[in-house]
């Protein structure tokens, strides 16, 4: 049997999306006839004369800087607020169902990756594995480059997230990327870049891996949520805007509807999560969250991957944009892409919206947005198994 490994963002992710998406693809390859893993890769901490030239190259310098002294500053009011024990049991929520999730029994580092020879198949799994805002950009293991010329490299729904890469960069995604047989991308705004780079037509806008399978089969990985009963909303904010959680309280109080969160999102202190939320839940697995989407009465989200999901379980949802989409961190495209496929485009929430000017919450058409993703899914499963088989 043909043997594939996968990189991601899965080693120790504390990312529900994350976690979902690597489950998804090797599921699907599984599914095709092939023996699929994760590879566990932990990065190796890079000099500190290599961060700062990194950092200067992709000039974002403030946003290091501004992003460090946010994370020691949380971290020290944290522990004041006494917020570790539900960090450490949001963190250990995600063992199971990670471990759960075929994998090598290696866990690889940047001079280790090289010895990661037993595959036949190489695939940049999906998530932001391209995204030059995270500090090793052009990392080994994301990009493939510690593959071998004799053996096959594929990506399926890498994401960029970005709206561009500085002009610079240009010659070095092309190099990287000159040995791959088969590029594909989850944003059609990455695809677009690509073109730009690589020149059109070879690369191609596939599903991201969780639209691959059915509502049955995520069915099959919900579990029993507590508050099936309960009349509530479910809030799954990566941002830190408090505007948007006041946003959100307003209108479950007028709609008559318990606000339930995930407090210290990524496993760290937020301010913003201290007192947000009737329920506050640490203990949430990646299938209990499934289920706290599947039976909520409404979700209001920042996150691609709680759209997506709220769209499988025909879930009736909003979405805040991240960022503005001025800023050089923005991943706002994403969202774009995601709700223009779905046909929701209405469902995104500008940050100066009031209550009464909102869509009404049964303003959705599941159906279409099911027939769109059928169309796409079938493109992305011929997409798929032409990469592996020729």
């Known amino acids: ?196 780079i690589l020149g059109k037509g070879k690369v191609r806008w596939v599903l991201d891996p969780t639209l691959l399978l059915s509502r049955k089969e995520w069915d099959e990985q919900c579990t029993t949520n507590p508050f099936k009963d309960k009349k509530y909303v479910f809030v799954y904010l990566l941002g830190d805007n408090k505007k948007q959680r006041q946003f959100v309280t307003t209108w479950a109080k007028k709609n008559n509807r318990i606000v339930i969160n995930i407090p210290y999102l990524l496993g760290q202190y937020r301010s913003c999560d201290r007192k947000f939320g009737d329920i506050r839940k640490s203990d949430v697995t990646p299938n209990l969250w499934l289920s706290l989407i599947r039976d909520a009465d409404c979700v209001f989200t920042d996150s691609f991957h709680a759209t997506v999901f709220s769209s499988i379980f025909h879930t009736p949802f909003y979405v805040f944009k991240r960022n503005k989409d001025t800023e050089k961190a923005s991943m706002n495209s994403r969202i774009y892409s995601l709700t223009e496929l779905l046909g929701c485009e209405n469902r995104i929430i500008e940050n100066n919206a009031d209550i009464d000017s909102i869509p009404a919450l049964d303003d959705i058409d599941f159906d279409q947005a099911d027939k769109n993703v059928a169309i796409k899914r079938e493109e992305s499963i011929s997409f798929l198994k032409k990469a592996l088989e020729e």
């Open 1 to 196: 049997m043909i043997k594939i490994g996968i990189t991601t963002h899965y080693t120790g992710s504390t990312n529900y999306g994350g976690c979902l998406q690597a489950f998804a693809l090797q599921k699907e390859l599984h599914y095709m006839g092939y023996s699929a893993m994760q590879i566990r890769f932990r990065s190796t901490d890079i000099r500190i004369n290599q961060r700062i030239r990194r950092t200067i190259k992709s000039k974002r310098v403030f946003d290091v800087l501004k992003t460090g002294i946010k994370l020691r500053i949380n971290k020290l009011i944290g522990k004041i607020a006494n917020a570790e024990p539900q960090i450490r049991t949001f963190k250990e929520s995600f063992n199971a169902f990670r471990d759960s999730i075929p994998h090598t029994t290696i866990t690889y580092d940047n001079k280790s990756i090289t010895n990661c020879t037993d595959f036949d198949i190489y695939i940049t799994g999906s998530d932001q594995v391209w995204n030059i805002g995270v500090a090793n950009y052009f990392s080994v293991f994301h990009w493939l480059s510690f593959v071998t010329k004799d053996k096959k490299k594929i990506s399926y729904a890498a994401s960029i997230s970005k709206m561009d890469f500085p002009k610079e960069l240009y010659p070095k995604v092309r190099k990287l990327l000159s040995d791959y047989s088969a590029i594909s991308v989850r944003e059609k705004q990455d695809k677009e870049l690509l073109d730009k």
